[in-house]
């Protein structure tokens, strides 16, 4: 057995969300920081009530996104399900490299529901406020 000390444990890296609206009708949620076990039934949680139970897609913005794990992996499924059960898509936005490589070696990419929008991040309206982030965990 291998002893780490306290400078070699893994260190849990934030996560924020931010709804922000585009063109005035599809909102957004914007991902910032890392999607791991800890951290990600809160998106779940947020997305679910940012919704409010309205339909149409669902677009999440990952420009901000720099890991994900299988657990966060998992909750994109389960919101792509959803979406396929309403008859819309799960939009993922601007993934950066190494999300869009977890997105893709888990087959998640093919999940009928989901639609991978490549890019570096969403163009802002002239009026619309700077997006609000709010720390998830």
């Known amino acids: 057995m291998i002893a780490r000390s306290d400078d070699s444990k893994a260190r849990h890296e934030?996560?924020?969300?931010?709804?922000?609206?585009?063109?005035r009708q599809a909102k957004v949620f914007a991902l910032r920081g890392e999607v791991d076990l800890s951290n990600a039934h809160a998106i779940l949680e947020a997305v679910s009530s940012g919704r409010?139970?309205?339909?149409?897609?669902?677009v999440l913005d990952l420009a901000g996104l720099d890991f994900i794990d299988c657990s966060g992996?998992?909750?994109?499924?389960?919101?792509?399900?959803?979406?396929?059960r309403e008859s819309a898509k799960l939009l993922l936005q601007f993934p950066r490299r190494i999300v869009l490589r977890a997105i893709e070696v888990s087959r998640l990419a093919e999940h009928p529901?989901?639609?991978?929008?490549?890019?570096?991040?969403?163009?802002?309206?002239?009026?619309?406020?700077?997006?609000?982030y709010v720390r998830l965990a």
């Open 14 to 23: 934030p996560l924020d969300l931010a709804s922000v609206w585009l063109d």
């Open 73 to 84: 992996l998992h909750v994109l499924a389960t919101l792509a399900t959803k979406m396929q």
């Open 52 to 58: 409010n139970g309205g339909g149409g897609d669902l």
């Open 113 to 132: 529901a989901i639609t991978i929008v490549p890019g570096s991040s969403l163009p802002a309206a002239d009026d619309s406020p700077e997006p609000h």
